[in-house]
């Protein structure tokens, strides 16, 4: 480098207009800023303290290189000794039938080639981290120095040059003060003269003082051009002189900075064309490393042979006998039919999979030899890695295929053909808000975890736990979808058993439809009565559970009506629920029969609400409540007739919600879909449904469009805003 004096006397020599240029035209700091002393000052000042900051960076710079080139010796000798303590074992193997001696496969011969270039590298950077520290840190300092010594000499230049200039304007200010104090005496003495009894003495008096307002004046008037020759001189002089020596102080300062910079860079660059060096001969190392070599090695010392496992047989219990025949009685083919038909399902799908995964593993195939053949394509590794996970998901399918196809294989060997006269359910799983008959064990089902299985076609519901044990006896689609337009006609003409029921041919497609549909009680109609008679209702099964005829007493009336108080805000989940708010009172339609929850009516609206939710008042007259669950029933896990009517109940339009109420949601249809079941709803790209029910996991949902509901695929839709 040159020597600092040397080059910022040369660069303060030259004039602004003379000094080199890069990239942008040169400007001068006395031409544009003119009074900005301080200001660059200021920031010619920061700039010597940003060299801190930079002699900083490449002392931590320093200890990084120091500290990695120390990491990087003790993980090389780290590694010597592991490689010692593992060449036997990575050459040949834990227990090979032939020991190895001395001998190190060619992997492990590469790995020692690979530790001691990274010893050389480790020195390498320690000879970097010494370079950087005496040659860059270093010179940064003196830089900072002595630019900080010029700025400061340059501030005491200025200061005087202030101090000079000060001084004239403080003369200017005392000339003006004198030749206004020779005024007020001249004016004064121009008084006294008007006055004066001697007017020869006031006269001469006058005269004098009027001698030296003159000489005042002009004296005044010659500081007042000293002054102004002062500022001009000071301003577009002096000024402009010391901010271009600033200018140049900073640009030469710059300079010496950027030759440091370039020097850290060359001596990086440096050190990265040593290294390149030592890994240009690992590269040699790897080139010779021929993977047959590892594999031949191992073969070598662990040739043995190998005996195949013995096949599995059938294995008694030892509490009770048996052969190893399929039992064909008729409650086990139930199962095996059930068992084959889903196998078959999902081994048609398989195939179809699995064709389309091992083509495309043969082009992976295809693929991979094409980058291992000619590097100079790209990383292989995605391609590697897409086949590796092919290869992985078509041996788990043909695993799972292997066995649905022995299953089928050992069905129809035992039992035949099952699905002759047979009609299966075509089952998806449900979650039940509402306590449900289980079509097959009359047991009951309640639960939001999907608890069970719903029939699509037919409605008959299920335990998850008795899926496989319902015959295949499917009626199909035993109701009939009716739009709500259609049911209102119904109801006016007559047809409809009572007010806000819907009739027997109608399945309302809620959260509560499956529950409703398998109870026992799937059509319900009123007989004809009169007022105060008792009414009758009569429940039928679709599944041959016969029909029950049930008495009920009269409705109680509004003096003998029993209410609740609501503790707890209640938000409904779906229409067979009410919202209601704390401190609501509630009509007691149907008392909590022990399902914990019971149905309630505010103000025309009707649903059922958690029975812990509501604290039952008084009644107001001895008049009794009907009661909401007939004792006398055959069937002691069923709902009550009341509680079933409520949940088929009409669902009203559905309204715009109330601020604070919960927003209705609404899904767009992206495809065409054609309702293959009563219960399904067909849509068509560009509907705007109505959501009722939200996938639940089983791939459906449930909406309106025109007042009619029904299921319909989720992945047909997506979501808008309401």
Not at 435 to 449: E, K, R
Not at 677 to 689: K, M, N, P
């Amino acid at each position: 480098m040159a020597d600092w004096d040397e080059a910022e006397a040369a660069d303060l020599a030259q004039p602004a207009s003379s000094m080199p240029s890069y990239n942008e035209p040169r400007t001068s700091f006395g031409a544009e800023l003119k009074d900005a002393f301080k200001p660059t000052d200021a920031w010619v000042a920061q700039n010597n303290i940003f060299l801190t900051d930079i002699r900083e960076f490449y002392k931590e710079r320093c200890a990084i290189e120091k500290e990695y080139a120390q990491k990087l010796s003790a993980l090389g000798k780290k590694y010597f000794e592991r490689k010692a303590k593992k060449a036997s074992i990575v050459s040949v193997g834990e227990e090979p039938r032939v020991t190895p001696g001395s001998l190190e496969s060619a992997t492990m011969t590469t790995w020692t080639n690979i530790l001691g270039e990274v010893e050389n590298l480790a020195r390498e950077r320690g000879r970097l981290s010494e370079e950087l520290s005496l040659q860059i840190a270093e010179g940064l300092k003196g830089v900072q120095l002595k630019s900080e010594d010029m700025r400061k000499k340059h501030v005491t230049f200025a200061e005087k040059l202030l101090e000079d200039r000060d001084k004239i304007y403080s003369d200017l200010k005392k000339a003006k003060a004198k030749y206004d104090e020779c005024c007020q005496s001249v004016e004064s003495a121009r008084r006294k003269q008007e006055t004066a009894t001697d007017s020869a003495k006031a006269q001469k008096h006058f005269h004098q003082y009027s001698l030296d307002m003159n000489n005042a004046k002009n004296t005044y008037i010659i500081a007042i051009r000293v002054a102004n020759a002062a500022k001009q001189k000071y301003f577009h002089g002096d000024v402009p002189l010391v901010l271009d020596s600033m200018q140049n102080l900073s640009e030469a300062r710059t300079r010496k900075v950027n030759e440091l910079f370039t020097l850290a860079a060359t001596l990086e660059i440096a050190c990265y064309d040593r290294s390149k060096f030592h890994l240009e001969n690992t590269v040699t190392a790897v080139a010779r490393n021929d993977p047959v070599l590892d594999s031949t090695m191992f073969v070598k010392h662990n040739a043995g042979g190998w005996l195949e496992p013995a096949e599995f047989a059938f294995q008694p219990s030892p509490i009770w006998h048996d052969s190893d025949a399929i039992d064909t009685s008729d409650p086990s083919k139930v199962y095996l039919r059930n068992l084959v038909g889903k196998s078959r399902g999902e081994l048609r799908d398989m195939n179809a999979t699995v064709e389309t995964k091992k083509r495309e593993i043969e082009g992976l195939k295809n693929l991979r030899d094409a980058y291992t053949k000619n590097p100079s394509l790209g990383n292989g590794d995605e391609v590697v890695a897409n086949l590796l996970e092919n290869q992985r998901a078509v041996t788990i399918l043909d695993s799972r295929r292997l066995a649905l196809q022995i299953e089928l294989d050992t069905v129809h060997a035992a039992v035949g053909d099952l699905d002759l006269n047979s009609a299966p359910h075509a089952f998806k799983s449900a979650s039940f808000t509402i306590p449900t008959t289980c079509g097959f064990c009359q047991g009951t089902i309640w639960g939001l975890a999907k608890q069970g299985f719903v029939c699509r076609a037919c409605g008959f519901a299920c335990h998850a736990k008795c899926e496989m044990k319902v015959p295949a006896s499917c009626p199909g689609q035993v109701v009939q979808k009716t739009s709500k337009k259609d049911k209102r006609k119904s109801k006016a003409a007559g047809i409809a058993a009572s007010d806000g029921e819907e009739g027997p041919g109608t399945l309302s497609r809620t959260s509560t439809q499956s529950s409703v549909a398998n109870s026992v009680y799937s059509n319900v109609v009123n007989a004809a009565r009169t007022p105060g008679s008792p009414r009758r209702e009569i429940a039928s099964s679709p599944f041959g559970m016969g029909s029950i005829e049930r008495s009920l007493p009269p409705a109680a009336t509004s003096k003998g009506v029993q209410t609740a108080r609501v503790n707890f805000v209640w938000q409904a989940n779906d229409e067979t629920e009410l919202s209601v708010n704390e401190g609501d009172e509630v009509e007691v339609v149907v008392a909590d029969d022990g399902s914990g929850w019971m149905t309630g009516r505010i103000g025309g609206r009707e649903g059922v609400v958690p029975a812990s939710y509501v604290t039952l008042n008084p009644p107001p007259s001895p008049s009794p409540a009907a009661p909401a669950y007939m004792a006398g029933t055959t069937h002691s896990r069923t709902l009550s007739i009341s509680s079933m009517a409520s949940s088929l109940r009409k669902k009203g339009p559905a309204v715009a919600p109330k601020r604070g109420a919960k927003r209705l949601k609404y899904v767009k249809a992206l495809y065409d879909y054609e309702a293959q079941t009563e219960v399904e709803l067909s849509i068509r790209e560009g509907d705007v449904i109505l959501l009722v029910k939200e996938d639940q996991g089983d791939g459906w949902a449930e909406g309106e469009i025109g007042g009619v509901q029904g299921s319909f695929p989720a992945n047909y839709v997506e979501a808008v805003d309401g």
